[in-house]
């Protein structure tokens, strides 16, 4: 079985976030292929955070509000056990300070702070899981680049 990172792009377009849903119907369909594949799907707070942050940038207050109320549905509704996605327990203050030491790095490479932590994610899964196929899910390449199934992954 795999073990599938949902990143805040893919987030966006399950929820929907307006302006970032573009490619809701394609995510849909492989978010059904995937619970129907029986893949372990995890929300990374950093997903949760960033999502929420793009419901509250929608310029139409009537649409802002209910974008979050379906938005706040949803997750709580993953913590609860009642979606096919289970989020990622929250950053300890030691995880944060050594993720803080790579950060300027991944700051070159235009990765923000949520997507380091999305991998730092990725890497942990590998190593909790050294069987099973880790992948992030992703709309950007450099994020869906992460998947210990492909030759030369990361």
């Given at each position: 079985?795999?073990?599938?990172?949902?990143?805040?792009?893919?987030?966006?377009?399950?929820?929907?976030?307006?302006?970032?849903?573009?490619?809701?119907?394609?995510?849909?369909?492989?978010?059904?292929?995937h619970?129907?594949?029986?893949?372990?799907?995890?929300?990374?707070?950093?997903?949760?955070?960033?999502?929420g942050?793009?419901?509250a940038?929608?310029?139409?207050?009537?649409?802002?509000?209910?974008?979050?109320?379906?938005?706040?549905?949803?997750?709580?509704?993953?913590i609860?056990?009642?979606?096919?996605?289970?989020?990622?327990?929250?950053?300890?203050?030691?995880?944060?300070?050594?993720?803080?030491?790579?950060?300027?790095?991944?700051?070159?490479?235009?990765?923000?702070l949520?997507?380091?932590?999305?991998?730092?994610?990725?890497?942990?899964?590998?190593?909790?899981?050294?069987?099973?196929?880790?992948?992030?899910?992703?709309?950007?390449?450099?994020?869906?680049?992460?998947?210990?199934?492909?030759?030369?992954?990361?």
């Amino acid at each position: 079985m795999s073990i599938c990172l949902i990143d805040t792009t893919v987030f966006c377009n399950v929820v929907p976030v307006p302006g970032l849903d573009q490619d809701r119907e394609d995510v849909c369909a492989q978010l059904r292929a995937h619970v129907q594949d029986g893949v372990t799907l995890l929300l990374p707070v950093a997903a949760i955070v960033e999502t929420g942050n793009h419901v509250a940038r929608n310029r139409d207050g009537n649409v802002r509000r209910a974008t979050a109320v379906k938005f706040v549905r949803m997750v709580k509704q993953a913590i609860e056990g009642e979606t096919p996605f289970t989020p990622t327990p929250f950053l300890e203050p030691a995880g944060l300070l050594q993720w803080l030491d790579e950060f300027p790095q991944f700051a070159m490479e235009g990765m923000g702070l949520g997507d380091l932590s999305i991998v730092k994610e990725w890497e942990a899964q590998c190593r909790r899981f050294p069987g099973r196929r880790v992948f992030i899910w992703s709309l950007d390449r450099h994020l869906a680049s992460y998947d210990n199934s492909l030759r030369g992954s990361r």
